[in-house]
């Protein structure tokens, strides 16, 4: 079936440690996005890319960074530089025009 | 900017009970208008969608109509059940690659 997999669905970061967020499609979808979401924030935009090889910062980028090298994976790196980083983190595709997104099932980061 | 806002929760209802949870929205231009849906530990889902002024979204007996002379999209359901139990986001996009704008989200709780 086709769909979006993230993983790990838990993650823990020790203190100065980066960690990567992995998040593969099958749906053939050109647009990634990835979205935090905090408790009673709803979700905020960290980064999107509308195709490979390019990426824009979302309203959160900062302490974020991510790859778009193939189609299918649009991994993000959680840096030492965010200094809270604990959240739920989703990711999602969609094709353009007014297809909707399709989203999966999320990693909870925890610090450690 | 684009902003969307949406009833604080929790919304406590026992089962059959009548469903709204309110949606306004502030955008420029004619954005699309969805609901998604959140059950525990989970990522999103669409629950429904509309893609123009009077435009009715309709899925799994809840409804939405885009107003655009309130520039709302109220979710409603004519009797819940306990499955109905999640969190509930009203999201609009303008742009043609998908950038979502989220409210902060809806918790429903159906005690049987």
């Keep these: 079936d086709g769909g979006i997999t993230q993983s790990p669905k838990y993650l823990f970061r020790k203190e100065g440690q980066n960690v990567t967020l992995s998040c593969e499609q099958n749906l053939n979808h050109d647009a990634m996005y990835w979205y935090r979401q905090d408790p009673g924030q709803g979700l905020r935009l960290i980064y999107y890319s509308q195709i490979v090889n390019d990426f824009q910062k979302g309203d959160i980028a900062e302490g974020y960074s991510v790859s778009r090298e193939k189609k299918e994976s649009f991994p993000l790196t959680v840096t030492s530089a965010q200094k809270n980083p604990t959240a739920f983190y989703l990711c999602a595709s ?9 989203f999966g ?3 909870r980061l925890s610090i450690l | 900017g684009n902003s969307v806002t949406q009833m604080e929760g929790p919304v406590t209802l026992s089962e059959e009970a009548f469903l709204t949870i309110n949606c306004t929205y502030t955008a420029t231009g004619y954005p ?5 849906v959140q059950y525990p530990g989970e990522g ?9 002024a009077d435009d009715k979204g309709s899925n799994k007996g809840f409804e939405a109509t885009y107003r655009k002379e309130t520039t709302s999209f109220h979710l409603e359901k004519g009797s819940v059940q306990v499955s109905d139990s999640a969190v ?13 704008q989220f409210g902060s989200g809806t918790q429903v709780v159906v005690t049987p």
């Design chain 2, 32 to 36: 699309s208008l969805f609901w998604y």
């Design chain 2, 88 to 100: 509930y986001f009203c999201a609009l996009k303008t742009d043609s690659w998908g950038k979502l």
């Design chain 1, 94 to 102: 969609s094709q353009e025009s007014n297809q909707p997104q399709h």
């Design chain 2, 44 to 52: 999103l889902q669409l629950l429904l969608k509309a893609t123009k």
């Design chain 1, 105 to 107: 099932d999320g990693t």
